[in-house]
């Protein structure tokens, strides 16, 4: 092994698009994951095998009501108001406003763990359970992904509102370029569950 | 955390928790967490209620236990201290990034989180031969219970079991043959990259294939993977807590593949050496990429599939079910939708790692670099639109048959491309015999006889007469082993040299070469008859009339297994005691032989530049 | 392989091109002849029309196949002939530096492109002969239920009963409206060329007219569990005479 002094520190610019890259190619693994996921959902209701989409009441269980969507539109427009508050945090870091940075990525965290809070009361307060047919499977599964899915924004958003604070985006702030990509995939996958739940 | 470490002497009593982590603290945590998350979910999960139909809770409590498995061991082996400074906003420093690269470490850096490109690859190789070891046994009981038309050497259970682990292992195996050890290895100098962009991710790719390995092992004593390994529901519903493994197996896995796809394809798109444009570029460089891209939006399918399997058989849903308006086409949609990509995702490496010899040993260039890079965008473009052609004879949508008819039968176009480029390269080239020039030949062989059985395959009504039956098995076999593996064994030998400084045993490897051609020739024409004399697959015991050609099979695989295992020992000889190599034995003019033996931790001590493709062999004298 | 292609005058008579062309004849009709028989030889005769498709258009396919394969194996061994090197350094470097030929790489994909075209308009011409009989209306409807693991067959057209034997009649179509009670199953009987999976929850069809007397296999063919090697049957093709016979001591009508 040779005692080689680290002669190439890449400019950050470099290495933000090389991770913005990376961060696109996994989220088209996730992408082709969700999309998997409304084909099940339209597949399932399509075919309705001996009715069981929703099923009628028996003696044991009432009929399956499909949940209200409207739970998934509100959490749309949550998630677009974190794409924005981002956006702002973004602006704050281009312009070097530390107290704009730490607003728009302090507000980013806070909406992000009230989406997956709202999520998890959402699955919580329908009136089937998870044994109840197709649609319920499938209700479970749309929202269980998005839970997931605020799970991990709630991830970045904390910690990027973490390093802002520490003032670690004063100079290069690639991190929160890439957050804006994932909370703009996080609106346009609310948006798909959403108008998966609207039919059901 | 903060304070400078010193990697002469490391005093045990101060090292911090991140230098304390590998293999050893993996397996601890690993088995602590399982044992603990195993105790607790028998302890607290309800009782499955009187005379409810779905028994889940032995499901609860077999998949949170192997939760905990995963868990622990990627904490034990250090996936979380990235996340962890990241999340704390205390990045990991110049230093501490030098030691995950596993400077100086020496033997210990392959049973930790190391980061370095190198080590990975090697660590790939191993556990791909680990892997493959693993399947060749299974595939020998296999054939030994089918040397007698009664079968009976082992139980249909077990049978049954050992078919779905041989089948699982060994498409996990090739499909981490090529792009495991030798995407990681040699794809960055190749290039010209000193590692790969997300070092990290590399490493946390390694390892969660192994932490994938105990769920899959585990499953032998939980009843086995009793479905064969497309694992069909409701079949897979049925089967024992073995199937547990399975889905946890293929969860893992995926993650591993996903994190691998975008790592590679982001160091390619982003990392080539100064002047090393679109037309420069290694054309393993594009088989590469090509498989794991295709893989990336692929295997999320599958995932997702076995996610919903898992949901069925622990939280009693009913995506499979169609008791509960669930349905079983559902499944095989989404696992073909996988399904067929994958086996693109095995074969264009191997390819185009013998794409990218032929020059080397026929000292002319790529014939027709074009085409090839034409064909490998081709097959992965149509590769993704003709998964129902494993769907045919389900009865799903009779209507899609002739359109899929299509698609599978266009896919034979840009194969054929393939052929044209080796073919043209061989071409009045002054042969270099070595073994991986007469894999060459073996992969023209073997994948014209694959490709033209796949042509049957294609069409609706001869599917109609093989679709289920050994044809298919022998079929297969030919594109993934007889394709596939002659490719990446090729590539073993080539790049030998390049990852350990030795030169592999040459007669050994030539032993081996036509011992295995030989033996898989004959074993898969064996197989080819009675499927065609209407053998179905997956069976243990046999009509009278399938005997011969079951036993031609049987007795060639033994062959294969010796074969095999001359290799083994070349290779683990040569690791050891093999004739130092030299920097560039092939005098090959690809990047990764530019490089000394061993290769320095970062592989350059300045970037090079390149002014011409790779290829130019012949020119000096034009 | 661009010399081929390129019009160098007569470089046809180039000597290793007038191997290789000879090498192609050969090697097309060897694959040709030997191909379509191993091909043919182990699907043994046919009870169905539709068997006897396949086994045609199987070899045909080989037919078609074999000249790019013949000139494959044609090049290939034509480089083996050639002089080789062996030994631990390589050879000089080839005295050519062809790296392309846009006329040889045209030729190879339009011809590619055709055979596969042949292809499948042969396969649709095939398939749509096979759909036709399921549209015959005449055909005896015959229910078949796959279960763990033993089939069923109710004969819906001939008074409803249940057998666990499958007789057929001969020169008769019949409809197979296939399901299955618990996993899936397919329903291939061998010597007849066909073949549908036994779905739970649905219902698939398949049909065919048995041509000859006999007694042929009924497997499946999709794995389904412990014992799908055993569960298999023989299938009787029978005269109509003895069909009826049949069917009425069994309970059923005519």
Known sequence: ?200 | MTTVMNHKSPTASHRPIMERLNVVTAVVLGVAGAVISYYLAQKFLPQNTEGSVMKTRHDQVVLIGMIGWFIGFMTGIGALVGPFRWLMGKDLSHDENMYLAGKDAGIARYFRYTTDHKVVGIQYLVITMVIFGLGGILAMLIRTNLGNPEGGWLHPQAYNAVVGIHGIVMIVGTIIMITGPFGNFIMPIMIGARDMAFPRLNALSFWLIVAAIAPILSSFFLGGITTGWSAYNPLASQAPAGMDGYIMFICIFAISTMVAGANITTTVVRMRAKGMTWTRTPIFIYGTVASVALALPAFPVFFLSQIMSGMDRALGTTFYDTRGGGSGWLYENLFWLMGHPEVYVILIPAVAALMEMAPVFTRRPLFSFKIAVMGIAGICGLSILVWAHHMYMTGWAPLLNAPFMLTTELISIPTGMLFLVLVGTVWRGRLWMTVPTASIFALLLNFMIGGITGIYLSDVPADAALHGSMFVTAHFHYTLMGAGLTGAIAALIFWFPKMTGRMIDKQLSWISFWMVQIGFNVAFMGMFMVGLAGQPRRVEAYAELFTRGNQITTGAAFVIMAGMLVLLWAVIYSWRHGQKAPMNPWQSKTLEWSVPNPVPLENFETLPTVTSDPYGYGKAQS | ?254
């Open chain 3, 1 to 254: 392989m661009s010399d081929l292609q390129t019009k160098k005058p007569q470089w046809w008579k180039s000597k290793d091109v007038k191997i290789t062309a000879g090498l192609w004849v050969v090697f097309s009709a060897l694959i040709a002849i030997i191909g379509g028989e191993v091909n043919a030889r182990p699907m043994g005769e046919a009870a169905s029309e539709t068997m006897a498709n396949t086994i045609h258009i199987m070899k045909l396919f080989t037919w078609v196949s074999a000249p790019v394969a013949g000139l494959v194996a044609a090049i290939a061994v034509k480089a083996l002939m050639q002089k080789m090197h062996f030994g631990d350094n390589p050879p000089p470097e080839a005295d050519h530096q062809i790296s392309d030929s846009p006329k040889a790489t045209a030729v190879w994909v339009i011809v590619s492109a055709l055979l596969c075209l042949f292809a499948l308009i042969f396969g649709m011409v095939i398939l749509q002969k096979d759909n036709n009989t399921l549209l015959d209306v005449h055909a005896t409807d015959i229910k078949v239920t796959g279960q763990q693991w033993a089939w069923n067959f109710d004969y819906s057209d001939n008074g409803n009963f249940q057998s666990e034997d499958l007789y057929l009649p001969v020169n008769k179509p019949v409809h197979f409206h296939v399901t299955s009670l618990d996993v899936v199953h397919s329903f291939w009987i061998v010597q007849m060329g066909i073949k549908v999976d036994a779905n739970p929850g649905y219902l698939t069809e398949t049909a065919v007219t048995p041509t000859k007397i006999g007694i042929y296999d009924l497997r499946c063919a999709e794995l389904c569990g412990l014992l799908h090697a055993y569960m298999q049957k023989k299938v009787h093709v029978v005269s109509q005479q003895d069909y009826n016979n049949w069917v009425t001591s069994h309970g059923g009508t005519i």
């Open chain 1, 1 to 200: 092994m040779s005692t080689q002094v680290n002669t190439h520190h890449e400019h950050p610019d470099v290495v933000g698009s090389r991770n913005k890259l990376g961060v696109v190619l996994i989220l088209v693994a996730d992408i082709a994951f969700a999309l998997s996921v409304l084909f099940v959902y339209f597949y399932l209701k399509q075919q309705d095998v001996g009715g069981m989409w929703l099923p009628r009441a028996t003696e044991s269980q009432a009929a399956t009501v499909p949940a209200n969507a409207m739970g998934a539109w509100y959490l749309t427009l949550l998630a677009g108001l974190g794409l924005l508050v981002n956006n702002y945090g973004l602006r704050g870091a281009r312009t070097k406003n530390p107290t704009q940075i730490n607003l728009g990525l302090g507000a980013g965290a806070l909406i992000s763990i009230v989406l997956f809070v709202y999520q998890i009361i959402q699955m919580r307060q329908v009136e089937f359970t998870v044994t109840w047919g197709a649609y319920a499977s499938c209700y479970f599964l749309i929202t269980g992904l998005s839970a997931l899915h605020f799970f991990i924004t709630a991830f970045i958003g904390i910690g990027n509102w973490n390093r802002g604070r520490l003032g670690l985006y004063s100079s290069d702030f690639w991190h929160i370029d890439i957050a804006n990509v994932w909370w703009i995939w996080m609106v346009v996958s609310s948006l798909l569950g959403a108008f998966a739940l609207s039919n059901p």
